[in-house]
C-alpha cells in the first residue's frame, strides 16, 4: 500500500460540496483500518482539514432480480470515527472497502489548486494518497433556486408511532424529543439542498396559525429553504378539508406579511388526501377540495380591507400553487398546480402541453417519482446508476419544471400489496415489493446512537445534481447581462450539455459525460466573471461548427491550433473560431490571460 500510484482529484465552486472514492482491496484480512486528511494547502491559503468529511460506505445487498444493479450495493454512509468506534473498520481478505471523502469549500477560500494527503493506517501498514481540490473562480449560490417539497414521515421517524427497532427511540410522550428530532432532520436535509415538506413543527404545532406563521418568517428569511407547505386540516370522516381552519392559516399569513417578507412566495398546498386521485379512485373528492380552496382564495382576494399596502403579497396569494399528482385530465377540476411523474414529459409534445397551460391558463408544473417511473426514467433507486439522479437536477432547470416533489425521505417500514410490514432497514433494501430504495434517502442513526439522520450516496448524488442546477442557474443570469453588455443573441450552448446527458426525460447515465458537462459549463462561468462571453453558431442541421467569442480589451485571450480571426465591435474584441467545442487549457484570471483550447 506505501507504494500506491492513486490520486484523488476533486474540483468544486467555491460553497460547493465536492465528493470522490477510495475503494481499498485487502489481499489479506485487515483487523483495522485508520484514515486522516492534512489540510490542503494552496499558494493563496488553505482549505482546513476540518471542511473535510470522510466516510465509510456500508453495503447493502440487492436482489439478483432488481434491474440494472443488482448484488452488494454502497448506500449508508457512516462517519469514519463513528463506523470505527463501533468496530466495523475491517476488511476481509479478498473483499472491498470504500471510503467516501466531502470537502466543502469554503465561500472565503481563493480559485486555485490545493493538495494535501489521506493517510490510511492498515494494522501495521501505511499509506498516503494524494488529495488535490481545483477550486474554480466562481461561488455557488447560497439560496436553493430549484425548488423541493420532500416529505418526512413522522411515522417512521421515532418509536412514538411505530414500534420499530431501527427508528430513533424517543419515548411515547416526549414531545420535546420529537421537535428536537424534526428540526435535526430539517436542518440536515437543507445541508443537502433539499426542503422538507412541512416545517420543523411538531402535529400540534402545525395546527396553531401562529406558532406556523413564526416558522414562516423564520424560513422565509432562510436563503437554504426554496419551499415550505402550509398545513391543511382533513375532516374527521376524510370527506374534505377543514375549511375554516385554513381560512384562520390565511389571513394570519396574510397579516403577518409584508411586500418585504412575503409569507407566500415560497409556500404552496400539498393536500395528501387527494393524492394521486385518479389511481385512488376519488376523482370527485380531488374536485371538491380543489374547489373548496379556489373559493376560499377568491373570498379572501376579494376582501379589499386584507391587502391595503400589500400588493406583492396578494399577488404571491393569487398564485399559490395547490399541488395535485396527477397528470393532465380533463375529469379533474379547478387544478391550478400538475405534479406529474417524471415520464410525463419525456414527449416533447407533453412538455409543450404543459408549458401552454402555463401561459393560457397560468397553471405551475412540478414533478415527481413515488415507485414509478422506473429505469430508463430517472430513480433514487439503489439498484439504479447514481448519473440518475443526478440528471433531475439539469431536467428539471432545462424544462423550467417548478419543483420537485418526493412522497418521504425515511421509509423505515416496508410496503406490501398495499400493507405495511416490518423490515431489518440495514439488511432489506426493499422499502416496497420489489423496489430497493424508493421512500428513503437516509437511514435513523439509532444504530450507531446518533439522533440523526445518516446520508446516503444517492442522497449526496442528488445534492450533486442540485448544485449543477445552480451552475445552470448562475449561466443563465451571466448569459443575460453578456449577451445585453455586447448586443447579441443568447446562445445555444447548453443544448449540447443537455443531451450528453438525457433524451427527453430518460438519463444517458454516463458519468463521465455528466462530469464533463459540469466542467465545461464551470469553463463558461470562469470566462463570463471576466466578461468573456462564448456563443456557438450552428449549420442548418443543427450541429456545431464554430465559435464566436466577445470579451472586453483588457482580457489577453489566446487560442491554440485552429483557425481564429479578430475584430472590434464598440469596446469588445470579438473573436471567430473554427472548432466543435472549447476548454480551457490556462488561465492567470488576476492578470486576465487566458488559453482557450480549440477541442
Known sequence: PEKTSAELHLSAAKGEYESGQIILHANKSVQSVGVAVTDLVGQSGKVSADNVAVYAERYIFVPETAKPLNGWQPDALIPFDIFSRFGENKIEEKENFALYITVRVPYTVEAGVYNGKVCLTLDEETAEIPLALSVYDFSIPEENHAVTAFNLWTDDLCNVWTAHPDVHQVGAGNEAGVKKLLETYYEFFNGYRINLMDLPLTWNELKNPALVVEAMEKAVGNPRVSAYRIPVSELPDSSGINTYALKNMFTEMIRKSANETDLFKKAYLYIQLIDEPVYQKIVPLANKVNKQIKDLKTELLNDSTLWSGKEQVK???????????????????????????????????????????????????????????????????????????????????????????YYCVNLSRKIVNGAFTQRDIWTDPESWEGVCGDGFLIYPGEKYGLDAPLPTVRLATLRDGFEDYEYLWLYENAEKRLSELYETSTSNELSSLYAAIFNGTKPTNDPDAVISARNTLASLLELAEKDVYIQKQ??????????????????????????????????????????????????????????????
Open 315 to 405: 399577488a404571491s396569494f393569487a398564485a399559490l400553487p395547490n399541488l395535485l399528482t396527477e397528470k393532465y385530465t380533463e375529469e379533474l377540476t379547478d387544478v391550478d398546480a400538475w405534479c406529474v411523474k417524471f415520464d410525463e414529459l419525456d414527449a416533447a409534445s407533453r412538455r409543450d402541453f404543459y408549458y401552454n397551460l402555463r401561459q393560457e391558463e397560468q397553471q405551475h408544473l412540478w414533478w415527481y417519482g413515488c415507485v414509478t417511473p422506473k429505469n430508463p426514467y430517472p430513480t433514487f433507486h439503489i439498484n439504479d446508476h447514481l448519473a440518475s439522479a443526478r440528471s433531475l437536477g439539469w431536467m428539471q432547470k432545462a424544462y423550467k419544471v417548478e419543483g420537485q416533489l
Open 538 to 599: 450552428t449549420d442548418g442541421s443543427g450541429n456545431n461548427v464554430s465559435f464566436t467569442v466577445y470579451a472586453p480589451e483588457s482580457c489577453e485571450l489566446s487560442f491554440s491550433e485552429k483557425a481564429v480571426s479578430v475584430r472590434r465591435e464598440g469596446n469588445a474584441v470579438v473573436y471567430c473560431v473554427e472548432a466543435k467545442g472549447f476548454a480551457l487549457s490556462a488561465k492567470d484570471f488576476k492578470t486576465n490571460k487566458i488559453t482557450i483550447a480549440n477541442i
